[in-house]
Every structure is written in structure tokens, then in C-alpha cells.
């Protein structure tokens, strides 16, 4: 597959639809050819991604200072991400031309799997955006009911119990990165975000109109999403992947903003449970051939080495990052 389907999951909302089988059958094709498809037909609002975005713009227009108060530490991983912070994962490369404000599945200070691992907690908000921290989370949640539609329909394509898949995202580490990219010139080098594979199960975001996303192609090209208003685009992790046996297809993109404008985007990452381990739910397809991975150790993997004086070892999953 040479191109991004686009595809109506609004039968997905009904296992009893009659469009049903049909759609599975075309979020399994998208999602094994390319792992990248163009949705619509969630139920989300478009005026709900716009106040969402309008709410991001104003979380980045906070003065310099005070995201430097409300920044990511070492201990919690939430908060202000600076401008060139981040370099890729093996240490290798520019540092990526993006901001960032992130944010994890919201948890009580004294929910009880806290004391099962330390990843979980609250966000910080920043409190000159009072609004954003239920704008942000009434969006999530919305996420995680297409996220559920999707992975059943994953479950179905795959010949799975019920319930298998979509059972591991009860109290996920399912986590969110708001990003705002300033306008790279057209003849600087480096990316808004390099390119890279997510690691998570899940990746659901709606496309910022400035553009700037390319997906890499099975020849080795690059392509552009083409999705309508109103859709999000959604893409396979490293997570289902492996799960998957290698059917279904993690795909490397990456962020070029040279529009010239100003572009933000809100992608949401779903992970499972802290405890799930994943490892193949059938026989591997030839030639491939991963470890299982602790869900938990993977993600504490994932920030630790975000940080510049990080590095990778032997107990270090593969992290995403590849080779320019």
C-alpha cells in the first residue's frame, strides 16, 4: 500500500452494524499494508479538537519563566518540555525543533496503584490556562472510547478472544504530548521530530491544518496523510506489533515544518497497564522475531533516556529511534 486510506469507522460504534465485518476488514488491510490510516465517523465534535487547539496555542504563549517553573523533572515526567531538549533516544543526531507540554493518564495523588508503580500520578496544569485541564481531559476521554472501538475491531481482524487486547488498557499509562513546532527554514537541516516508530500500542491525533507529518512508505519514500476535516489519523505502535506477531505494521514518520507558520498538534499515545506484559498473541510471522517486553520497564525506559545524559543499555527495549 503506496497511500493512507481513509475510512468510516462509524460502524465500529455497533458490533451488531451491519457494516460491521466490512470495516474491520478495512482497518485490518490499512493497518497490515502501512499501519497508518485516516479516520472519521468517531463521534468527536470538530469543535471540540478546536478548543482543544486553541487551548494548546495558549498553553505555549505562557511566558519563557514560568514553563521553566512547570517543566518535566527527572522524578515526573510531566510538564514543560523546552525547546531542543530532547535528542533521539540513542543518542544519536540534532535535537528535535519542537516544544512540548506532557501529560500522562490523570491519577489521584492517592489512588492505590501508586504504590504498585511509581509512573503513575497526577498531571500539572499550568494554572495560566485554567480551562485546560478540563478541555484536555474531556477530549481524552473521548479518545479512549475510539481507541476501545479500535482495538476491538483489532481483536475481531486478529481472531482473538474479546476482550483480549482492549482488557490490558484498564488503568493504562495511555499518555499525551502537546507539541508546538515553529517554522524551520527551507534550507535548515534537522526535524520537528525525527524519524522514528512509536512505541506505544496506539496513536490517535488530529491533523494540524499547517501539515508537516510524513510517513514513510514500504519503498523506502514519503508520503503525507491526506485526511479530511473533522478525521484523525491513527497510527500502529511498536506494542501491537508485537503483540500482533508482526501482522500488523509499526511504521516510521516524522515531522518537517517548513509551511512557515507556527504548527501545534496533540498526539495520544495509548499504553497498556503498568504490569501487562507484551509479548506475541499468535505465531510470529517468519522472520520475525522480538523479545516480550514489560509494559512498565519499557516506559520508564522510554523517559529516561529522553534525557540528554541518558543512555541506553542491555535491559533498554528497542526505543523507536532510527537512522537517518
Not at 541506553?312 to 532510527?322: F, V
Request: aromatic share 8%; glycine share 10%.
Amino acid at each position: 500500500m503506496d497511500h493512507i486510506p481513509t475510512i468510516d469507522i462509524a460502524p465500529l460504534h455497533d458490533p451488531a452494524h451491519a457494516g460491521y465485518g466490512q470495516t474491520v476488514r478495512q482497518v485490518m488491510d490499512a493497518c497490515t499494508e502501512i499501519g497508518f490510516l485516516s479516520i472519521t465517523g468517531t463521534g468527536i465534535p470538530q469543535d471540540t479538537v478546536s478548543e482543544v487547539r486553541s487551548c494548546v496555542r495558549a498553553i505555549f504563549d505562557i511566558d519563557e519563566s514560568a514553563k521553566w517553573d512547570q517543566a518535566i523533572t527527572r522524578e515526573n515526567y510531566r510538564g514543560f518540555i523546552p525547546m531542543g531538549f530532547f535528542t533521539p533516544n540513542d543518542g544519536s543526531g540534532k535535537a528535535d525543533k519542537y516544544e512540548g507540554y506532557k501529560l500522562h493518564c490523570e491519577t489521584d495523588a492517592d489512588a492505590p496503584i501508586r504504590k504498585d508503580c511509581a509512573l503513575y500520578g497526577p498531571n500539572i496544569w499550568p494554572c495560566e490556562v485554567p480551562e485546560a485541564g478540563a478541555v484536555i481531559l474531556g477530549y481524552w476521554e473521548q479518545l479512549d472510547r475510539v481507541a476501545d472501538m479500535l482495538l476491538g475491531a483489532l481483536e475481531v481482524g486478529l481472531s482473538l478472544p474479546s476482550g483480549q487486547l482492549c482488557d490490558a488498557f484498564r488503568d493504562p499509562m495511555t499518555n499525551m504530548t502537546l507539541l508546538h513546532y515553529p517554522p524551520q527554514a527551507p534550507d535548515e537541516g534537522g526535524y520537528g521530530i525525527h524519524p522514528h516508530k512509536d512505541t506505544d500500542a496506539l496513536t490517535i491525533i488530529a491533523p494540524d491544518p499547517v501539515g508537516g507529518l510524513e510517513v514513510q512508505t514500504r519503498d523506502g519514500g514519503w508520503i503525507t496523510p491526506d485526511c479530511p476535516p473533522g478525521g484523525f489519523i491513527v497510527n500502529i505502535g511498536d506494542m501491537l506489533e508485537l503483540w500482533s506477531g508482526g501482522r500488523l505494521k509499526s511504521t516510521p514518520h516524522r515531522v518537517v515544518n517548513r509551511s512557515g507558520r507556527e504548527r501545534y498538534s496533540f498526539p495520544y499515545f495509548a499504553v497498556p497497564r503498568h504490569d501487562v506484559i507484551i509479548a506475541p498473541l499468535l505465531d510470529p510471522l517468519p522472520g520475525f522475531d522480538r523479545p516480550s517486553v514489560h509494559c512498565g520497564h519499557w516506559s520508564a525506559e522510554i523517559w529516561r533516556t529522553n534525557w540528554p545524559d541518558e543512555t541506553a543499555d542491555a535491559a533498554t527495549p528497542e526505543l523507536g529511534t532510527l537512522s537517518d
